[in-house]
């Protein structure tokens, strides 16, 4: 394959001609340790530059001052450290495998299989995007914990680097382009800022606050302190509005063929894609103060092994929101396109009997749980409304659990397990006999399911107006 | 509520119990602890001139006994019952569990033995789907039946694998 013809990136078509990644090894673009270490570097020189000039000894002739020698030693060593980082690492695509070989002293040689890629993320952070560079991140099955990453690589690369390993992952022809994505839905951005601040954990913090302006009036001691606390609670809120903000900012979802693909961020970028099988449950939210607008929001859960490794935490947060905002309808047809033929909405004969109201108190108005040929359904919350659909193919175990103040109100909660971590769906405060019955079906059903997976309805529906 | 389970899930007959030797190996780590903490009180009582004191070894014994009772309780709930397709696991005393895992959806079968169980010739095996929380365990199984438990699991586990 050494004459091999380059390429063809339907994005970037002109370039192509430069830029095949075949067999041979390769390293990462000169500038990446610059943005790797570009935080850490930004980090020194804002505690360096005020502590410099605060140095009298500064003023003096004889010489650098001793804490400008050491910053400067800190500066250059890190830089070296850098580049022979960037010098030891490559990469390449060969014998059906991403080969990533780095470290120093201690080489390191990782192998992914094409044949077990899950999805190729694209992530391009501020300081990448200003000198045009983008992280590939490879998400493989089996490998929660070790992701491939070549960060970084140009941002014209990046996505021809993405389109080949998912061409080859498919085990499709080198040159094949990315299959197209077909548009869903997009957030306007002004949209998404009142919707994050109506959420209730921004908004009851500001209640609290008027509360206390109030109370001051009556009790000003008492009012001083909880206005106080509620500021402090407040900025905090703030500060998480300001991430989500960051995060989805100009969020749109596409569909293509292997899954569907995310776009979002402000400060960094990112292009992902969850592949449908790797969807383990989806959970529609529909907080308190978004109600009355009639919004929801979607979420995924997705499989991945052990999740203990602090490397794996920024990996944790990929793609864990499927749209952040969008009103039911549109979150519904949404749902439909990635679960399809599910309804979230409960039969009547779903929730709990009426004697669990004791039991759950705050969250019986919510409670239900519900199957169906397809998918296992479970609603819970006190305020907040979300359900959670599982479907019956990925079903793990089916656990049945009562506790003693359970089998007082003779009911029983049943855990349906999925290879994600974020959620279960879990059915609570079911009849006891019920629950048996749920238990036993929903096994059932799951087995037959992972034989032969109902058919699907062929009817596929479209977009409802915005709301 | 697991003679219901025996009745609506599993056949009449179907779910086995624990080796009667577990309950030996319960009974004496039950001893090893309760044991010295029963002579201490009685040496407490019997030093300290403090009236008080005369009840401490009466408690400690009625402890030991509820201690003994729920432990009894906890051996008589566990149970398992291998199916077609799946694995049922009862369990709990107090919180009731009962665990249907599938065999094609086992990742992996652990068996272990502490040193008691091994003082009695027992093992435990442990299933291990790609969820967390499956908690589908069988303690107290006499060594060669966990092995020959494990190798059936294992083989129909690998017939039926599905992926995730």
Same mark, same amino acid.
């Given at each position: 394959?050494?004459?091999?013809?380059?390429?063809?990136?339907?994005?970037?078509?002109?370039?192509?001609?430069?830029?095949e990644?075949?067999?041979?090894?390769?390293?990462?673009?000169?500038?990446?340790?610059?943005?790797?270490f570009g935080?850490?570097?930004?980090?020194?020189i804002?505690?360096?530059?005020?502590?410099i000039a605060?140095?009298?000894?500064?003023h003096?002739?004889n010489?650098?001052?001793?804490s400008?020698?050491i910053y400067?030693?800190?500066?250059?060593?890190?830089?070296?450290?850098?580049?022979?980082?960037?010098?030891?690492?490559?990469?390449r695509?060969?014998?059906? +495998?991403?080969?990533?070989?780095?470290?120093?002293?201690?080489?390191?040689?990782?192998?992914?299989?094409?044949?077990?890629?899950q999805a190729?993320?694209?992530?391009?952070p501020?300081?990448? !995007?200003?000198?045009?560079?983008?992280?590939?991140?490879?998400?493989s099955?089996?490998?929660?914990?070790?992701?491939?990453?070549?960060? %970084?690589?140009?941002?014209?690369q990046?996505p021809?680097?993405?389109?080949r390993?998912?061409?080859?992952?498919h085990?499709?022809?080198v040159?094949?382009?990315?299959?197209?994505a077909?548009?869903?839905?997009?957030?306007? +951005?002004g949209?998404?800022?009142?919707?994050?601040l109506?959420?209730?954990q921004?908004?009851?913090?500001?209640?609290?606050?008027?509360?206390?302006?109030?109370?001051?009036?009556?009790?000003?001691l008492?009012?001083a302190?909880?206005?106080?606390?509620?500021v402090t609670?407040?900025?905090? #809120?703030?500060?998480? &509005?300001?991430r989500?903000?960051?995060?989805d900012f100009?969020f749109?979802?596409?569909?293509a063929?292997?899954?569907?693909?995310?776009?979002?961020?402000?400060l960094q970028?990112?292009?992902?894609?969850?592949?449908?099988?790797?969807?383990?449950?989806?959970?529609?939210?529909?907080?308190?103060?978004?109600r009355?607008?009639?919004?929801?929001?979607?979420?995924?859960?997705?499989?991945?092994? @052990?999740?203990?490794?602090?490397?794996?935490?920024d990996?944790q947060?990929?793609?864990?929101?499927?749209?952040?905002?969008?009103?039911?309808?549109q979150?519904?047809?949404?749902?439909?396109r &990635?679960?399809?033929?599910?309804?979230? +909405?409960?039969?009547?004969?779903?929730g709990?009997?009426?004697r669990? =109201?004791l039991?759950?108190?705050l969250?019986?108005?919510f409670?239900?749980a519900?199957?169906?040929q397809?998918?296992v359904?479970?609603?819970?919350g006190?305020?907040q409304? #979300?359900?959670?659909? &599982?479907?019956?193919?990925?079903?793990?175990?089916?656990?049945?659990? @009562?506790?003693?103040?359970? =089998?007082?109100?003779?009911?029983a909660?049943?855990?349906?397990d999925?290879?994600?971590?974020?959620?279960?769906?879990?059915?609570?405060? !079911?009849d006891?006999?019920e629950?048996?019955?749920?238990?036993?079906h929903?096994?059932e059903?799951? =087995?037959? #399911? !992972?034989?032969?997976?109902?058919?699907?309805p062929?009817?596929?529906?479209a977009?409802?107006?915005?709301? | 509520?697991t003679? &219901?389970?025996?009745?609506?899930?599993v056949?009449?007959?179907?779910l086995?119990?624990?080796?009667p030797?577990?309950?030996?190996?319960?009974?004496?780590?039950?001893?090893?602890?309760?044991?010295?903490?029963?002579?201490?009180?009685?040496?407490?009582?019997?030093l300290? +001139?403090?009236?008080?004191?005369?009840?401490?070894?009466?408690v400690?014994?009625?402890?030991a006994?509820?201690?003994?009772l729920?432990?009894r309780? =906890?051996?008589?709930?566990?149970g %398992?019952?291998?199916?077609?397709?799946?694995?049922?696991?009862t369990?709990?005393?107090?919180? !009731?569990?009962v665990s249907?895992?599938?065999?094609g959806?086992?990742?992996f079968?652990?068996?272990?033995?502490?040193?008691?169980?091994?003082?009695f010739?027992?093992?435990?095996?442990q299933?291990h789907?790609?969820?967390?929380?499956t908690?589908?365990?069988?303690?107290?199984?006499?060594?060669a039946?966990?092995d020959?438990?494990?190798?059936?699991?294992?083989m129909?586990g690998?017939?039926k694998?599905?992926?995730?």
């Amino acid at each position: 394959m050494s004459v091999m013809p380059p390429p063809l990136a339907p994005a970037v078509p002109q370039e192509s001609g430069k830029m095949e990644v075949g067999e041979h090894w390769r390293r990462l673009h000169p500038l990446s340790p610059i943005v790797r270490f570009g935080r850490v570097l930004i980090g020194v020189i804002v505690v360096a530059v005020p502590s410099i000039a605060e140095q009298p000894a500064l003023h003096h002739d004889n010489g650098l001052p001793v804490s400008v020698i050491i910053y400067i030693g800190l500066l250059v060593l890190g830089g070296v450290g850098g580049f022979i980082s960037w010098l030891v690492t490559r990469w390449r695509i060969a014998d059906g +495998n991403l080969q990533i070989e780095t470290g120093f002293i201690r080489r390191q040689s990782l192998r992914i299989p094409l044949a077990r890629i899950q999805a190729v993320d694209v992530i391009s952070p501020l300081s990448g !995007r200003f000198l045009g560079l983008a992280e590939v991140r490879v998400v493989s099955a089996g490998r929660g914990a070790e992701h491939g990453r070549l960060a %970084y690589l140009t941002a014209a690369q990046a996505p021809v680097v993405r389109a080949r390993l998912l061409a080859l992952a498919h085990g499709l022809e080198v040159g094949t382009p990315e299959p197209a994505a077909l548009p869903l839905l997009h957030v306007q +951005n002004g949209l998404l800022l009142p919707a994050l601040l109506m959420r209730s954990q921004v908004l009851a913090p500001v209640l609290i606050a008027v509360a206390a302006v109030a109370a001051i009036a009556a009790a000003p001691l008492v009012g001083a302190g909880a206005l106080g606390s509620a500021v402090t609670v407040f900025v905090i #809120s703030a500060l998480g &509005v300001a991430r989500a903000f960051n995060e989805d900012f100009d969020f749109s979802i596409s569909e293509a063929g292997d899954g569907v693909r995310l776009d979002r961020g402000l400060l960094q970028r990112r292009h992902e894609t969850i592949p449908y099988g790797r969807i383990q449950a989806v959970r529609v939210v529909e907080p308190f103060f978004w109600r009355p607008f009639g919004w929801a929001r979607l979420e995924v859960d997705v499989a991945r092994q @052990s999740v203990s490794r602090e490397a794996d935490r920024d990996a944790q947060q990929v793609a864990r929101t499927l749209i952040p905002v969008a009103s039911r309808e549109q979150a519904l047809w949404l749902l439909a396109r &990635v679960m399809p033929d599910a309804h979230p +909405n409960p039969p009547p004969e779903a929730g709990p009997p009426s004697r669990a =109201r004791l039991k759950a108190p705050l969250s019986f108005h919510f409670l239900a749980a519900w199957f169906g040929q397809r998918y296992v359904y479970a609603r819970t919350g006190r305020v907040q409304k #979300s359900t959670i659909i &599982v479907p019956l193919v990925k079903v793990q175990s089916v656990r049945l659990k @009562s506790g003693p103040l359970q =089998r007082a109100f003779r009911v029983a909660t049943v855990d349906v397990d999925t290879a994600g971590r974020r959620w279960q769906a879990s059915a609570r405060c !079911r009849d006891e006999a019920e629950a048996l019955e749920m238990v036993r079906h929903i096994s059932e059903r799951a =087995r037959l #399911s !992972r034989r032969v997976p109902p058919p699907l309805p062929a009817s596929a529906a479209a977009l409802p107006a915005a709301g | 509520m697991t003679t &219901v389970v025996t009745q609506q899930i599993v056949g009449p007959g179907e779910l086995k119990r624990l080796s009667p030797r577990f309950w030996l190996a319960r009974q004496t780590q039950l001893a090893i602890f309760w044991g010295p903490v029963f002579l201490a009180s009685l040496v407490l009582a019997l030093l300290v +001139n403090v009236s008080a004191a005369d009840l401490l070894p009466v408690v400690v014994a009625l402890l030991a006994c509820t201690a003994w009772l729920v432990e009894r309780g =906890r051996y008589r709930s566990w149970g %398992y019952a291998e199916r077609e397709d799946d694995l049922i696991v009862t369990r709990g005393l107090m919180f !009731r569990h009962v665990s249907v895992v599938p065999y094609g959806r086992m990742q992996f079968i652990d068996v272990t033995a502490g040193p008691i169980d091994r003082a009695f010739g027992l093992a435990t095996v442990q299933l291990h789907t790609a969820a967390a929380a499956t908690d589908a365990r069988i303690p107290g199984l006499v060594r060669a039946d966990a092995d020959a438990l494990r190798d059936r699991l294992a083989m129909v586990g690998e017939a039926k694998a599905t992926g995730l």
